[in-house]
């Protein structure tokens, strides 16, 4: 198992002996790694799960921490969707690059009802990993090259540690330099 730097307070443990803290998509999806004994994960406080306060409370680098956005927008009467993975000290850019790889007019955020329906997580717990097969995981350059993250687990009351190379490789990963601002 990998031994995090950035885990703060959290006492980890390999997410796939975990399943229970985990969305039932992100368990399948971890099941399918090539390695899943790489992934962490640590029970937090679901109400300390939003990124500024876990990173308070469990001492964790917020420099560390990703976030996972749904962005969607339209085409020809086709609605398109897109997860972006920005580090938690950028905003994903929306309205340029997002926008442009979803080859739509106008790109914004899914509104919340609609995220956690068609993932099958929680809002505020959202991750790259078991997001629907046809979405686009638009990953930041800066997310790629980082050699330890915490992101979210599909559920408010744990996160995962895991690889920036991890992430860079899940299926329709797109590393994009410049998606964070």
Same mark, same amino acid.
């Given at each position: 198992?990998?031994?995090?730097?950035?885990?703060?307070?959290?006492?980890?443990?390999?997410?796939?002996?975990?399943?229970?803290? /985990?969305?039932?998509?992100?368990?399948?999806? /971890? *099941?399918?790694?090539?390695?899943?004994?790489?992934?962490?994960?640590?029970?937090?406080?679901?109400?300390?799960?939003?990124?500024?306060?876990?990173?308070?409370?469990?001492?964790?680098?917020?420099?560390?921490?990703?976030?996972?956005?749904?962005?969607?927008?339209?085409?020809?009467?086709?609605?398109?969707?897109?997860?972006?993975?920005?580090?938690?000290?950028?905003?994903?850019?929306?309205?340029?690059?997002?926008?442009?790889?979803?080859?739509?007019?106008?790109?914004?955020?899914?509104?919340?009802?609609?995220?956690?329906?068609?993932?099958?997580?929680?809002?505020?717990?959202?991750?790259?990993?078991?997001?629907?097969?046809?979405?686009?995981?638009?990953?930041?350059?800066?997310?790629?090259?980082?050699?330890?993250?915490?992101?979210?687990?599909?559920?408010?009351?744990?996160? /995962?540690?895991?690889?920036?190379?991890?992430? *860079?490789?899940?299926?329709?990963?797109?590393?994009?330099?410049?998606?964070?601002?």
């Amino acid at each position: 198992m990998v031994r995090w730097t950035i885990a703060g307070s959290l006492a980890v443990s390999q997410a796939a002996d975990h399943p229970e803290l /985990l969305a039932d998509p992100v368990a399948k999806a /971890l *099941a399918a790694l090539p390695d899943p004994a790489d992934v962490g994960v640590a029970a937090i406080d679901p109400d300390l799960a939003d990124t500024a306060a876990f990173c308070e409370a469990y001492g964790s680098p917020l420099t560390a921490s990703a976030n996972c956005v749904v962005v969607a927008g339209k085409r020809a009467g086709e609605e398109r969707f897109a997860a972006c993975l920005v580090l938690a000290t950028t905003r994903a850019d929306v309205n340029g690059v997002v926008r442009k790889r979803l080859d739509v007019r106008k790109a914004s955020f899914a509104p919340m009802d609609t995220a956690v329906e068609l993932t099958g997580m929680a809002y505020g717990g959202i991750t790259p990993l078991g997001l629907p097969p046809e979405w686009p995981v638009l990953v930041d350059a800066a997310v790629a090259a980082a050699p330890e993250l915490v992101i979210g687990s599909g559920v408010r009351g744990s996160k /995962l540690l895991i690889t920036g190379a991890t992430l *860079a490789a899940l299926p329709n990963a797109d590393v994009i330099a410049g998606l964070g601002r």
